[in-house]
């Protein structure tokens, strides 16, 4: 069976300046977070590896956006690095502007639409040690980085992201260990996020004055909640109550302007008093993305809350669904209908507002156990996993979902947060002694599917 995607289908991959770039402190780049936790804690990076061992792209971009171009990418996203744009927060670094110009020409001259994001996870230092997102003055920060960013390359690039999954920085900083500041407070966490919308709405707000001819959207990281069983009402509230902090939180800020009165209604329960004015929520009615950007990889199951609990286990505990297929490499379950929830949702319950797949990808461990005679890694199990997941996106845009385009996660395995080269993502692998490319067997099933617009069984 053959199936079409519509005309102009975007087609391409996800990644980051600070998970791809290197040259860390090359030519004027500041540090950010995760240079500076590093430097201070290499112990809690897997094998040790920080930051700075990347593929590379800072020196090999021009080679990997020919790489791009053979494997049918019409389009790219990744992000501008804040402190090498702006090392001090002040003078704009001329070397860095020269650098992203450089980069986003190439991709346009080679038909690569890029797609430019602001800010995937790292905070500069400088901020962080100001409290990051709990100092409203980052907010301002931002806000002028964004304008900085359109004014210097608006001419290049026409689709802008504010955020990537502005939820992560807080869940795992605020609720958990795994980034900075790395400390549990439901109250901290909150004040954290309302000034990562607030910054999100002034870099709307800016770029809607700018005058640009392009659309600003943000990228979430929709997790669809499943409850244990449809008939406990406990259950049911589970869900709700994952949907409503770890989905709606950001979502409908962003797409409708206001945040859910439930959320509100948490908040009151738990004793959480925001420090924010009435201008702050007319910014962010007044100032709606254009395009919504969505990760998806995995659903969250919840079970009942354990009223005796502390923090969020009151309103919800993870559940262990027992016909789970699970990644066994990462951990997480695959559960590919659920990007087609997801579609309906935004469809019927978002005003179905265009948006695409801006991350869904296969983490895999040890994957040179893959490699064939060739030396190419015959990675059948991500081409399933994107064939899989694309089968359903197609079902949803066939019922009127309004979805634009997909890109995997990602182009070539790069450095991340949590894992460093545990999981290899890329549909190229990267030899890191070396720093030498491979594509990988997705790579060309990847370009067959780009190429013809069609995906085939
Ligand atoms: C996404 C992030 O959530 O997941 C990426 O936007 C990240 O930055 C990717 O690398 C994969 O996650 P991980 O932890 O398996 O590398």
Redesign the pocket.
Known sequence: MSRNFPDQFLWGA?S?GP?MEGAGSLNGKAQNVWDYWFEKEPETFYQQIGPEETSGFYHHYKEDIVLMKEIGFNSFRTSISWTRLIPDGLQVNEEAVSFYRDVFKELNDKGIKPIINLY??DMPVRLHKQGGWENRETAEEFSRYAKIAFTRFGDLVDEWVTF??PI?PIEMGYLNDKHLPAVYDLKRAFQAGFHTMLAHAKAVKAFKKSGHSGKIGIIL?LMPSYPRSSDEKNDQDAAFYADLLFNRSFLDPAVKGAYPAELVEFMKQEGITLSFTGEDLEIIRANKIDFLGV?Y?QPRRVQAGDPLGSGLDKYFQPYQWPEAKINPH?GWEIYEKGIYDIAITIRDHYSNIPWFIA?N?M?VEGEERFEDEKGIIQDDYRIDFMSDHLGWLHKAIEERSNCYGYHV??FID?W????EYK?R?GLVRLDLASGKRYKKKSADWFNALASSNQLTD
């Open positions: 996800a980051s998970q995937h996870f990537n999954e992560v990281n990760n990889y990462r991350e990808g983490g996660w990602t790069n991340s947060w949590l894992n999981n993502y």
